[in-house]
């Protein structure tokens, strides 16, 4: 059973940074695709960002292109999220997710981490 757990929010000052990670478990992910998503209240989902897991090819969002940045460590079966130079319209659930890399809709889910920005 896969299960995708994240971790690393939190409240954060303007300017800040924060790394989520998320940990994979429940199958060899080495044909999936890693994603990152967030909603804020009264918004729709939002793709943020997703990497390839064998590849480490990796796609950005225009809305956090340059002060976001992907990653994996196969070792840990982790995937993290470095988020720098954080805005207070960055707050929202963070969410990790996994893909079939040869179809397009996220099949897995996790909780969610709460990511808050203070101006």
């Known amino acids: 059973q896969v299960q995708l757990v994240e971790s690393g929010g939190g409240l954060v000052q303007a300017g800040g940074s924060l790394r989520l990670s998320c940990a994979a478990s429940?199958?060899?992910?080495?044909?999936?695709?890693m994603g990152w998503f967030r909603q804020a209240p009264g918004k729709e989902r939002e793709f943020l960002a997703e990497?390839?897991?064998?590849?480490?090819?990796?796609s950005y969002a225009d809305s956090v292109k340059g002060r976001f940045t992907i990653s994996r460590d196969n070792a840990k079966n982790t995937v993290y999220l470095q988020m720098n130079s954080l805005k207070p319209e960055d707050t929202a659930m963070y969410y990790c997710?996994?893909?079939?890399?040869?179809?397009?809709?996220?099949?897995?889910w996790g909780q969610g981490t709460q990511v808050t920005v203070s101006s």
């Open positions: 997710a996994a893909r079939v890399v040869w179809i397009a809709a996220f099949d897995y």
């Open positions: 429940g199958r060899d992910f080495g044909s999936y695709a």
């Open positions: 990497i390839s897991w064998s590849r480490g090819s990796s």
